[in-house]
């Protein structure tokens, strides 16, 4: 393992730092942004309580407790 300075590690932290400061580029024209909260649900598999497997656990819930049904096509 290669070791590094203290000082470069500084200064690679500094850079790191100064480039999450920056602010956020409005999105371009077309460009869409979604709620991160949202990228962990699932469209809806039914009938009845959703069959969808989630990493070996099936969902289980009803077609009202999800955001994603399949019907939200756009």
């Given at each position: ?6 000082r470069?590690l500084?200064r ?10 920056l ?8 460009q ?6 949202t ?7 039914g009938?009845g ?5 989630l ?5 289980g819930q009803h077609?009202d407790a ?9």
């Open positions: 393992m290669k070791r590094i300075r203290k470069d500084l690679r932290i500094e850079s790191i730092e100064e480039r999450l400061a602010p956020v580029p409005a999105p371009l024209p077309g869409q942004t979604i709620n991160v909260a990228i962990r649900h699932h469209t809806y598999e009938p309580p959703c069959t969808a497997d990493f070996g656990t099936r969902c077609r999800h955001h994603h049904t399949g019907d939200d096509q756009p």
